[in-house]
C-alpha cells in the first residue's frame, strides 16, 4: 500500500511539476490592455536555440497577467519600465488559460534582467 502511494504522489508531483515553469528572458515588444482589465505582455519571439521550460500554449510570445493577481500593479509596473528601457523580463508562469479561443500563459511571477 505504501508502494502505491509514493507511486501516486510521484505521478501527481510530476504532472503539476510540468504544467509550470520559467519563461526565457525576453524582451518586451508592446503591452495590451485587454477589455477585462488583463493586460498581455508581449515578448519578442524566442530564438530556436533557447531552451524555454515554461509551458507551450497557442500563442508563445504573449504573456497574459492578470488583473486579480494580487502584485498586478508592480508586475505592470515592471512590464512597462522594461519596455521603455530595453531590459529584459523572465518569470515564472502557471498553465495556459483560454481567452477568446486563444490560450496564453499566465504570469504568476516577473523578474528582469539587468
Not at 15 to 24: D, P, S
Not at 47 to 58: N, Q, S, Y
Request: net charge neutral; proline share 4%; hydrophobic share 45%.
Amino acid at each position: 500500500m505504501k508502494w502505491l502511494s509514493l507511486v501516486v504522489f510521484l505521478a501527481v508531483s510530476q504532472t503539476a511539476a510540468a504544467a509550470v515553469g520559467w519563461g526565457a528572458d525576453r524582451q518586451v515588444t508592446r503591452i495590451i490592455h485587454y477589455d477585462t482589465g488583463d493586460v498581455f505582455i508581449v515578448l519578442e519571439p524566442l530564438a530556436p536555440d533557447i531552451t524555454d521550460k515554461a509551458p507551450v500554449c497557442g500563442n508563445n510570445s504573449w504573456l497574459l497577467l492578470k488583473r486579480s493577481h494580487p502584485a498586478f500593479e508592480q508586475m505592470y509596473s515592471a512590464s512597462l519600465a522594461a519596455l521603455h528601457s530595453g531590459k529584459k523580463l523572465y518569470g515564472y508562469l502557471d498553465p495556459c488559460e483560454n481567452v477568446g479561443g486563444t490560450t496564453f500563459r499566465v504570469v504568476r511571477r516577473l523578474d528582469s534582467v539587468i
